[in-house]
């Protein structure tokens, strides 16, 4: 399920687009100090920020360029300003997209699950990346990047994680897995299956990005 977090000092607007969200199955986030917005996006590790411009404090701005910092998130601005300047300035700042307030909620939420495909489950023409929550694999080289560090993967790693991450949300079922690794005429050790997926997430939590492979028992893994 993608994270959003919704930085907003207006109460009514933060419930309504908080509420709408979750009717989409979207798991939401508030923000509520606007001083310690850095630190509530730490904690709350989102998949996409939506970032009011006036706010106490510190502004929209002040608050993109800092998880700029630190994170290549995509972020929307959510403002009532309506100077090209501003557009411009939010774009330049490292946002994504822009919404003008009032806004109507169906084309926010279609806004939001556009830029979140887009940035979580992008392939490239030649079908050479996969990406998702800002990890890159690399499928001419069998090699998983997260910001500035990479890993190589072995064949049994690499096969396990490209299926996964063509099944985003869905859960992939340890036959599935093993089928994908091993003729299924062969018989092969449940142990062995596990063996491998834990080798691989902690190649994965090596480079940076911890709980991105999660187990459901009794069915297999899911990639959120």
């Not at 920020?49 to 929209?60: H, M, Q």
């Not at 449940?190 to 009794?218: E, H, P, Q």
Request: with cysteine; aromatic share 8%.
């Amino acid at each position: 399920m993608f994270r959003i977090m919704i930085v907003e000092d207006d109460e009514k607007i933060r419930k309504i687009v908080a509420e709408t969200l979750q009717k989409w199955q979207y798991e939401v986030m508030e923000s509520t100090q606007f001083d310690q917005v850095l630190s509530d996006f730490e904690k709350a590790k989102p998949h996409l920020v939506l970032l009011d411009i006036n706010l106490p404090a510190f502004d929209g701005f002040f608050w993109c360029q800092q998880i700029r910092t630190i994170s290549k998130v995509p972020i929307i601005f959510l403002s009532s300003r309506n100077q090209n300047m501003d557009i411009i300035m939010a774009i330049n700042m490292g946002g994504d997209d822009y919404v003008q307030k009032p806004f109507d909620l169906d084309v926010l939420v279609a806004k939001v699950s556009a830029l979140l495909r887009r940035i979580y489950t992008y392939q490239d023409e030649g079908n050479v990346t996969l990406i998702h929550r800002e990890l890159s694999l690399h499928l001419t080289n069998s090699t998983i990047q997260y910001g500035q560090e990479t890993m190589e993967l072995s064949r049994n790693e690499f096969i396990i994680l490209q299926l996964m991450m063509r099944n985003i949300g869905r859960i992939v079922s340890r036959d599935d897995l093993t089928e994908a690794l091993w003729n299924e005429e062969e018989f092969v050790d449940d142990n062995t299956l596990t063996v491998n997926v834990n080798r691989m997430r902690r190649k994965i939590a090596a480079i940076g990005l911890a709980d991105f492979i999660i187990t459901r028992k009794g069915m297999g893994y899911i990639i959120e």
